[in-house]
C-alpha cells in the first residue's frame, strides 16, 4: 500500500476545507510555513497540484476536489474506530475488581442500596488482592487501598480509614488500663505497613516495651484478621470501614482513647475514559454518598 504521510493529509484536510494556508495554520497552531511545506509534500507524492495560490486565499484544483471527499470519509472513518474503544459496549452492567476485604467487610454490606438507587445497573463483583488488568476488557472499574499512584491507571480518591484495637466483647475491660490487659492478650497482627506502625504507635503510647508484646498470629489478609478477631482468638488492630455492621451488631467492641489514620486510602481506579461512563459517574457518587452517611452514623461509637 502506497499511501501518503497522514499528516499531509490532515494539513490538506483544513486546508481544503477553509481555504487558506494562513487560517488552517491558525487551527492546526503551526506556521503558515509549514502548512505549505506539507502540501508540497502531499503534491509531489501525488504528482499533482491539489491547489491554485492566490494572494489571499487557496482554491482546490480539479484533481483536489476529486481527493477531499475520500480525506474527509478517511478520517472520519478513523474517528469512528477510535471513538468505538473509548465507548462502553455494557452500559448496564458494572464489573468490579476490589479486594476481598473490602467486598466482604463494606461493599457487600452496602450493595443493596446501591441497586435500588440504580435498578437499570447490574453490578458483577471479582473479589482479588492482584491488580485488575483492564487491557483485557473484562473489568470496568477497580476499588484499591493504597497510596493512590498507580502508573497504569487513572484513580481517584474515595476516602480514608483509620485502625481502632477490636476485640470480641469480654476480652477487655474499659474501666481497667489497657497497658495491663494487653499483656495478657494474644495479638492478630495484620501483615501491612499502616497495622505495624500502629501497633508500634499504640505501645509507645502505653509505656510498654516491645518485646514484651509477643505476636500471636501474624495474617497477610485484612478479612482473616477480622475473622480470627470475631471468633475471640485475640485482639487486632482492623480498619473502621471493615468492621462497622459488627460493631453496630455487638460482635466486635472497640477500645477507647486510640485511633490511628491510615497512611492508605481507598482509591477507584481504571482507564481514565471509563470515569466518563454514566455507570461509573453514578457508582462513584453514591460510594462518596455512603462514605459520608457511614461517618456521621459511626460518631456514637467513637
Aim: net charge neutral; aromatic share 10%; hydrophobic share 40%.
Amino acid at each position: 500500500m502506497n499511501l501518503p504521510p497522514l499528516k499531509s493529509l490532515w494539513y490538506f484536510k483544513h486546508a481544503a476545507e477553509l481555504g487558506s494556508f494562513k487560517l488552517a495554520a491558525e487551527k492546526l497552531f503551526v506556521s503558515q510555513a509549514a502548512v505549505s511545506q506539507q502540501i508540497r509534500l502531499l503534491e509531489a507524492n501525488l504528482q499533482c497540484e491539489l491547489f491554485t495560490r492566490h494572494t489571499r486565499f487557496v482554491a482546490l484544483t480539479r484533481q483536489g476536489e476529486q481527493l477531499l471527499p475520500h480525506v474527509l470519509k478517511g478520517f472520519s472513518c478513523l474517528q469512528n474506530g477510535v471513538n468505538s474503544l473509548r465507548q462502553d459496549e455494557q452500559p448496564h452492567c458494572l464489573n468490579l475488581s476490589v479486594l476481598p476485604s473490602f467486598a466482604s467487610g463494606w461493599l457487600l454490606q452496602h450493595v443493596s442500596g446501591f441497586q435500588r438507587a440504580y435498578p437499570g445497573i447490574h453490578l458483577r463483583i471479582d473479589p482479588s488482592d492482584h491488580h485488575a488488568n483492564f487491557s483485557q476488557g473484562h473489568v470496568d472499574l477497580g476499588i484499591r487501598f493504597g497510596l493512590g499512584n498507580y502508573s497504569d491507571v487513572h484513580s481517584e480518591l474515595l476516602a480514608d480509614d483509620s485502625l481502632f484495637l477490636a476485640y470480641k466483647p469480654g476480652l477487655l475491660d474499659v474501666n481497667l488500663p489497657l497497658k495491663e490487659q494487653l499483656l495478657k492478650q494474644n495479638i492478630i497482627m495484620d501483615i501491612c505497613p499502616d497495622a505495624e506502625q500502629g501497633w508500634q504507635t499504640l505501645i509507645t503510647s502505653l509505656g510498654v516495651c516491645p518485646a514484651s508484646v509477643p505476636v500471636f498470629l501474624e495474617i497477610d489478609n485484612a478479612a482473616l484478621v477480622i475473622q480470627a478477631t470475631l471468633a475471640g482468638q485475640g485482639i487486632a488492630l482492623v480498619r473502621r470501614r471493615l468492621i462497622e455492621s459488627h460493631i453496630k451488631l455487638g460482635q466486635l467492641a472497640l477500645f477507647p482513647g486510640f485511633e490511628y489514620a491510615c497512611s492508605y486510602k481507598y482509591y477507584l481506579v481504571g482507564p481514565k475514559d471509563h470515569f466518563k461512563w454514566e455507570k461509573v459517574i453514578a457508582f462513584k457518587e453514591w460510594l462518596l454518598s455512603q462514605f459520608k452517611q457511614d461517618d456521621e452514623a459511626f460518631k456514637p461509637y467513637l
